[in-house]
């Protein structure tokens, strides 16, 4: 038996509307379907869809301006940009390390104007150390920034490189940079009265290769000079 319909039932009563035929249904379903999905992907390819990804796909930007070594620079960088990685990548000063990148190991140890000390208050001259890798660059506009590379004054070279030297306190020299720098605060804040205090003050500061001993008596010879 056929389940097969008629194509028309005969003419429709007068004065009453044709209904639609099952050709005609049919086609008129399918056009108004691809309607719909042509309409979603018109919509997700609008100019307006479009604007919003780029949008969200841009970084924040900022343009910073700080004095770094006595030299004023001006960049344009990413918000999330480290003051590490501004110096190391955009200023090219490598002087200052990244160790860890997670402010445990003291190697990218800086010296920055108007900021506190990691570990106190900064002396009244108003600068302190700091981890350079957990310090938002955009933060400093307009502060002053010493790395390693601007603390010799010429060819003299700063009394505690001196005493570094002199003690032979940078076996491997990697982490050398950040411990200067941070011997540097030390020395400032007045936290040399002994080892055992040099060392509490400078426990941000890791050495890895056993050079401690020598380090801290670097730091003491200099402080004893000041």
Request: net charge negative; charged share 20%; with cysteine.
């Amino acid at each position: 038996m056929s389940t097969e319909l008629p194509e028309s039932y005969g003419p429709p009563p007068e004065g009453q509307p044709s209904p639609p035929s099952r050709r005609t249904f049919i086609a008129t379903t399918t056009a108004v379907g691809g309607a719909v999905m042509a309409g979603g992907l018109v919509a997700g390819a609008s100019p307006t869809g479009a604007a919003e990804t780029s949008a969200a796909e841009v970084p924040p930007s900022g343009r910073v301006s700080l004095t770094v070594n006595g030299k004023r620079h001006t960049a344009v960088i990413d918000n999330r940009t480290s003051l590490l990685d501004l110096l190391r990548e955009q200023l090219g000063l490598p002087g200052t390390k990244k160790g860890c990148n997670a402010g445990a190991c003291g190697a990218c140890t800086v010296l920055v104007d108007g900021e506190r000390s990691e570990m106190g208050v900064p002396p009244a001259g108003g600068w302190g150390r700091v981890n350079s890798c957990l310090t938002l660059a955009v933060r400093l506009d307009g502060a002053e920034v010493t790395t390693i590379e601007g603390l010799a004054d010429g060819d003299e070279l700063h009394p505690l490189q001196q005493a570094f030297v002199d003690q032979d306190a940078f076996q491997c020299g990697f982490c050398t940079p950040g411990q200067i720098m941070s011997g540097v605060g030390c020395i400032e804040e007045g936290h040399t009265d002994s080892a055992e205090e040099i060392r509490e003050w400078m426990s941000g500061n890791i050495c890895r290769c056993g050079c401690y001993v020598k380090i801290v008596r670097a730091v003491e010879q200099t402080a004893r000079r000041k």
